[in-house]
Nanobody
């Protein structure tokens, strides 16, 4: 079974930075779409960023220019560098994996596999 384990969440002041990491197991990077989504209390899940082997990374408008997604196939990790954080970025962040074709729709919250999440608090 696919395993996704997030780490790196925490509390930070507005304007600060955090780097999330997801340890990815039993996923073939060359045929997968990997991404991050988040969910704040009383809000719907929101796709944040996605990446695949052949595609340019895709970002939600709300994080464009501030977040950067990257994957390291040698270490089997998916990272999310988050800069210039604001209170609106406060949420539980989840790493998710789906088939390569799923990158087109950017429907990351619907991906079949996801981790347990890591909390990010900006205040």
């Amino acid at each position: 079974d696919v395993q996704l384990v997030e780490s790196g969440g925490g509390s930070v002041q507005p304007g600060g930075s955090l780097r999330l990491s997801c340890k990815v197991s039993r996923v073939t990077f060359s045929s997968a779409c990997l991404g991050w989504f988040r969910q704040a209390p009383d809000k719907e899940r929101e796709a944040v960023a996605s990446i695949s082997k052949d595609d340019v990374p895709t970002y939600a408008t709300s994080v464009q220019g501030r977040f950067r997604i990257s994957e390291d196939t040698a270490k089997n990790t998916l990272d999310l560098q988050m800069d210039s954080l604001t209170p609106d970025d406060t949420a539980m962040y989840y790493c998710a994996a789906g088939h390569l074709i799923m990158c087109t729709a950017f429907a990351i919250p619907s991906f079949p596999d996801r981790g347990q999440g890591t909390q990010v608090t900006v205040s």
